[in-house]
Nanobody
Framework: QVQLVESGGGLVQPGDSLRLSCAAS????????MAWFRQAPGKEREFVSA????????YYADSVKSRFTISRDNAKNALYLQMNSLNPDDTAVYYC????????????????WGQGTQVTVSS
């Protein structure tokens, strides 16, 4: 059974940092593009960041560029998202996703999804 399991979310104050993790199991994702999406209450799920299978190429939404860093460890079948300088607009459920081919910013392009982890930024 293929599973993606996110962890690391929580309640933080503006300016704080969090590191999200995504543990993959059931198959190897070392040749897949992996990504983070997020969904705030009442809004559509949106692209946050993606990383190529090798880790050499990364992509970021403009809203998180220079604050978030995506990385992966193929030996551990894991994906990470380091989030710095968090602000209330970053409050959302964050989802890990994977697809077999190149990067896409479209949720429908991703076959595998985790259940999400809540990130709340509030003073």
């Amino acid at each position: 059974q293929v599973q993606l399991v996110e962890s690391g979310g929580g309640l933080v104050q503006p300016g704080d940092s969090l590191r999200l993790s995504c543990a993959a199991s059931g198959r190897t994702f070392s040749s897949d593009t992996m990504a983070w999406f997020r969904q705030a209450p009442g809004k559509e799920r949106e692209f946050v960041s993606a990383i190529s299978w090798s880790g050499d190429t990364t992509y970021y939404a403009d809203s998180v560029k220079s604050r978030f860093t995506i990385s992966r460890d193929n030996a551990k079948n894991a994906l990470y998202l380091q989030m710095n300088s968090l602000n209330p607009d970053d409050t959302a459920v964050y989802y890990c996703a994977a697809r077999k081919f190149g990067t896409s910013y479209n949720t429908r392009a991703y076959l595998y999804w985790g259940q999400g982890t809540q990130v709340t930024v509030s003073s």
